[in-house]
């Protein structure tokens, strides 16, 4: 792992002079934003394929009819845990590891505004992700009720759930004291010359995902804690028969849980901005107005969570209400994509692996804005609400969204994080494969949704065989080829392949422009000046 | 119509390209469409989904095709030079302005169909649906008939750990003891509510689908197009058995319901005595309180009790599925005194799947308890009797 980062002695001009530790310690008490981006992204890799294989283990079950290798319980333990597992342990820390890594060099900062806090940050998450797996191995097995944690269900289960609400807590406390450092740092601690609208997308995009993570992290924490008391401390938040009530949890779950969509996707939009141009060769087209529409999706995305609700039987007016606003989210969204492909027009283009994986995100994410845009439709949602169709469209805007950029991000910046060049032909056969696998696993989804397959079923009626079947076969397509970029990355960093300080001939922002290839671990100890 | 043969077209083009694609069997199901409507309310949504995604796939032709033409034209490899335009607010306008304008037109029409939804005023027939964990009581409000409808398809169709399965029949999983029937043509209205986690009543082709949350009734309501079966499945996770409690909805010409409800009425006193509980069940309304049933009459009817509300969790062995469902053969509540199994059974458990069995009768209570502290290895002895139970409802 220790050459994820060049060592402190390499020979670069700027390195410090005062020692740091090495081995173990050098990663325990690491300040520094690049060691801790490290983490995280690692972190995040080995989550990926935690929750990766649960649901591999899912579709195991899925490929046919009846019930081969899971019990129900088990297999709802699954559902669960995989969406906790890849939402708060893979996508997000993804996210905050190239935030670590880029938003101080992007900005022409020396590191983050609050390193001690930094490494705190990260070394809560990892006591949060044990006991997210722990929990299986408890009495009665892990969390079995979907990841939206609803009550009553939920109130039902043992301990597990107990372990399950303390991770939640100390992911958010994780959160916040992220978020908190990533605002300071880009507030106070930009290059002289560098205005906020001067600032790449990327740090845009997690300027406004820093301000959603504080404003709905303690929501989320708020909503658990209620749960907590309602099943030891006699209280009755979500219980009826005490005078509360359960949809009251779905309210506040979902005021956190819509915000908590754009919180894993505005990066990737940041890292899709960065990456369209520099293989174009040609500037974004409208910084300005990506900001704006960022900003847009942001403020929308508190008014919208109604419309995971639209069966509890909430008023005509409520439903017409979110409707409308959750359509309204389109506009942004579509200015964004024109966005892009007005960035392309007339540039020239060429198609290594980042924008291979940033075109099919474009088009990928576009089909998942496409069927949201069909659920957000309340008669239409009534009959799709909780199906397969529903599955099919988050894994669009989540995998082959928030995820291929990811991979984008991971192809593009590991020359400047390894100092070597990635396999180009491995990222490509990587990039192809995912894009086959993932399209045979989730576009028959739709259809199964259409006729009416409800999700979170180990076991389904004989007409949903077929697609089920080539769902499976395209989930395990895709799993399989995800071992490729742990290959990859492994083989990159102990390549020798010596990347130049700017390998991509149109790419400008500072870490290429003003940084050596590997970065060394200080960087902009002395500010540059952004004209 | 134009559109519907375009709709046609469009689906045979994607099941033939299925087909072709993946070497597609001739008897298999590669269904690409929502399920035909049968009713007016499920007619909309069908009509509303075609034509958002007729919206959606123009939109898709126009911007990825100038986004394909762009990535052939303007590639590198293929001699393009670099422009170095940007900002342009007269198209940044027009593409905010045109995508919101297409929105206002597809909320139109959804408005319309989700005041018409809503109202469920003046319903010719009304039906209050409570969900529990895993079946589905129909209460007819105006007719006086009750009953409850769960899953009959046979566990050995289902289970197959590391053996073969039995054949899997037509309708697997989509099949129950007691379907609900409704007269086609005539305004039906659901209440809907939960004894205990939160439910969903989801039939596709009667476009309903509404939770049920307990402690709270929502209405929702349907009018079926013609007589026919239509078949639906809980749509919200509610625990171990979520894909195990379909819903079946039998719509009967007006007098054929009327037949129908006749014979229910006439069905439900018999199921008073516990050896009939099972046979007429699992309508079974409280049965003479005074009187006192055998031992071996109460465990015959216990049997089927357990099968139909226990066996599901505990297994028919007695076993369970510990550690979340533990195992009734052997355990210390059901072989210590029997005051304190009554209580558990009419009262669950708080922060375990034991859900409260109140809702069945006094008979079939003492009927399951008597079986489960005689059955398997345990061997009590004892007999609970109807009105044990009445007083420990108490």
């Given at each position: ?60 079950e899925?490929?046919?009819p009846g019930l081969q290798y899971l019990n129900p319980e088990f297999f709802n333990s699954?559902t ?60 009665g097995g892990?969390?079995a009720s ?6 009553p269900l939920?109130?039902q289960q043992g ?295 409800p999700?979170r079923i180990p076991d389904y009626a ?70 | ?129 409570t969900a529990f964990q895993w079946a589905w009581e ?9 009953f409850t409808a769960r899953l009959s398809t046979p566990r050995a169709q289902i289970e197959e750990w590391?053996?073969?399965g039995q054949?899997k029949g037509?309708d697997y999983l989509l099949e129950v003891d007691n ?15 939960s004894n205990d986690v939160i439910h969903g ?11 049920g ?20 499945q809980c749509s919200q996770i509610c625990g171990k058995e979520h894909g195990y409690m379909p819903i079946v ?28 509980v099972a046979?007429?069940a699992p309508?079974a ?16 009817a216990g049997e089927k009790v357990f099968a139909a509300n226990c066996a599901a969790c505990h297994q028919a062995t007695g076993k369970g599925m510990p550690p979340a469902f533990p195992a009734l053969d052997?355990s210390?509540v059901v ?6 199994q009554?209580?558990l059974v009419l009262?669950g458990k708080?922060?375990t799947a034991m859900a409260s069995f109140a809702r069945l009768?006094?008979?079939e209570l003492?009927s399951v308890v008597?079986y489960t502290?005689?059955a398997w ?18």
């Amino acid at each position: 792992m220790s050459a994820a980062v060049p060592a402190h002695d390499s020979a670069h001009h700027d390195d410090h002079a005062h020692a740091h530790p090495t081995g173990l310690t050098r990663w325990l008490f690491t300040t520094n934003h690049k060691d801790i981006g490290t983490l995280y992204l690692f972190f995040a890799l080995a989550m990926f394929f935690l929750g990766g294989s649960m649901a591999l283990a899912m579709r195991a079950e899925l490929f046919q009819p009846g019930l081969q290798y899971l019990n129900p319980e088990f297999f709802n333990s699954l559902t669960t845990v995989h969406g906790l597992v890849m939402v708060f342990g893979a996508i997000m820390p993804a996210w905050v590891g190239f935030a670590n890594w880029l938003i101080p060099m992007q900005i022409g900062a020396a590191d983050m505004a609050f390193p001690r806090m930094n490494n705190w940050s990260f070394w809560l998450v990892v006591p949060a992700a044990i006991l997210l797996v722990a929990s299986f191995f408890v009495p009665g097995g892990a969390a079995a009720s979907g990841w939206t944690l609803y009550p009553p269900l939920i109130i039902q289960q043992g301990i597990s759930i107990d372990m399950t609400i303390l991770a939640v807590h100390i992911l958010g406390a994780s959160s916040i004291m992220g978020s908190i450092n990533i605002i300071t740092t880009i507030l106070n601690l930009r290059a002289p010359g560098m205005t906020l609208m001067k600032m790449p997308l990327f740090v845009w995009t997690w300027l406004i995902t820093a301000y959603l993570l504080i404003a709905v992290m303690p929501v989320l924490a708020g909503a658990v804690t209620m749960l907590l008391t309602d099943r030891h401390f006699g209280t009755s938040f979500f219980n009826a028969a005490g005078g509360g009530d359960p949809t009251m949890f779905m309210h506040i779950f979902w005021f956190f849980g819509h915000p908590e969509v754009y919180i894993m996707i505005l990066p990737a939009f940041g890292v899709v901005s960065a990456i369209i141009p520099a293989f174009a060769r040609k500037p974004l087209f409208g910084y300005a107005s990506m900001v704006y529409a960022t900003a847009s999706i942001a403020l929308l995305s508190f008014i919208v969570w109604g419309h995971h609700m639209f069966t509890v039987g909430m008023p005509a007016a409520g439903n017409l209400f979110f409707m409308y606003a959750t359509m309204l989210i389109a506009v942004p969204t579509g200015v964004k994509i024109f966005n892009w492909i007005a960035t392309m027009w007339q540039g020239s283009m060429t198609f290594e692996t980042p924008m291979l994986f940033s075109i099919g995100f474009l088009c990928l994410f576009t089909i998942g804005g496409f069927s949201g845009l069909v659920l957000a439709v309340v008669p239409v949602d009534i009959t799709l609400h909780n199906t397969y169709y529903v599955v099919a469209h988050f894994h669009y805007v989540l995998v082959s969204g928030a995820l291929f950029a990811l991979f984008a991000g991971a192809y593009f910046w590991l020359p400047k994080f390894t100092g070597n060049m990635y396999n180009e032909s491995l990222g490509k056969l990587h990039f192809w494969l995912s894009v086959i696998g993932f399209n045979i696993a989730f576009f028959p989804q739709h259809f199964l949704g259409l006729a009416g397959m409800p999700r979170r079923i180990p076991d389904y009626a004989l007409q949903f065989a077929e697609w089920n079947m080539w769902s499976s076969i395209g989930a395990f397509v895709f799993g399989f080829s995800q071992l490729l970029f742990l290959y990859n990355v492994i083989e990159c960093i102990r390549s020798n392949r010596k990347a130049a300080d700017n390998p991509w001939e149109g790419a400008d922002t500072l870490e290429w422009t003003h940084l050596p290839s590997p970065a060394p671990y200080h960087t902009f100890e002395t500010a540059p000046v952004v004209k | 119509m134009g559109l519907d043969m375009l709709r046609k077209t469009f689906r045979y083009a994607a099941l033939a390209a299925a087909a072709l694609a993946m070497g597609a069997t001739a008897n298999a199901a590669y269904d690409v469409d929502i399920l035909p409507p049968a009713s007016p309310i499920a007619q909309q949504i069908y009509d509303l989904h075609w034509a958002i995604m007729w919206i959606c796939v123009g939109i898709f032709v126009v911007v990825f095709g100038a986004m394909f033409y762009s990535v052939f034209k303007h590639r590198k490899a293929a001699g393009a030079k670099a422009a170095h335009f940007h900002e342009n607010t007269t198209i940044e306008v027009i593409w905010t302005v045109i995508p919101f304008l297409i929105l206002i037109g597809m909320a139109y029409p959804a408005t319309k169909t989700v005041l018409e939804m809503k109202d469920a005023s003046s319903p010719d027939l009304t039906v209050k649906v409570t969900a529990f964990q895993w079946a589905w009581e129909y209460d007819y409000l105006q007719d006086g008939v009750k009953f409850t409808a769960r899953l009959s398809t046979p566990r050995a169709q289902i289970e197959e750990w590391g053996k073969k399965g039995q054949a899997k029949g037509a309708d697997y999983l989509l099949e129950v003891d007691n379907p609900m029937v409704v007269p086609a043509g005539k305004k039906v209205r659901l209440l809907v509510t939960s004894n205990d986690v939160i439910h969903g009543w989801y039939v596709p082709q009667l476009g309903i689908n509404q939770y049920g949350i307990p402690g709270f009734v929502k209405d929702a309501w349907f009018t079926a197009d013609k007589p026919g079966v239509y078949r639906g499945q809980c749509s919200q996770i509610c625990g171990k058995e979520h894909g195990y409690m379909p819903i079946v909805v039998v719509a009967k010409a007006p007098e054929e319901y009327a037949a129908w409800v006749k014979e229910q009425k006439a069905k439900m006193p018999a199921a008073q005595a516990p050896q009939q509980v099972a046979a007429a069940a699992p309508a079974a309304p409280a049965a003479d309180p005074n009187k006192k049933w055998t031992a071996e009459e109460l465990k015959a009817a216990g049997e089927k009790v357990f099968a139909a509300n226990c066996a599901a969790c505990h297994q028919a062995t007695g076993k369970g599925m510990p550690p979340a469902f533990p195992a009734l053969d052997g355990s210390k509540v059901v072989n210590g005194p029997k005051a304190a199994q009554l209580a558990l059974v009419l009262n669950g458990k708080q922060g375990t799947a034991m859900a409260s069995f109140a809702r069945l009768s006094d008979s079939e209570l003492a009927s399951v308890v008597t079986y489960t502290r005689n059955a398997w290895g345990n061997k009590t002895g004892e007999a609970i009797q109807p009105a044990e139970v009445k007083a420990a409802r108490k």
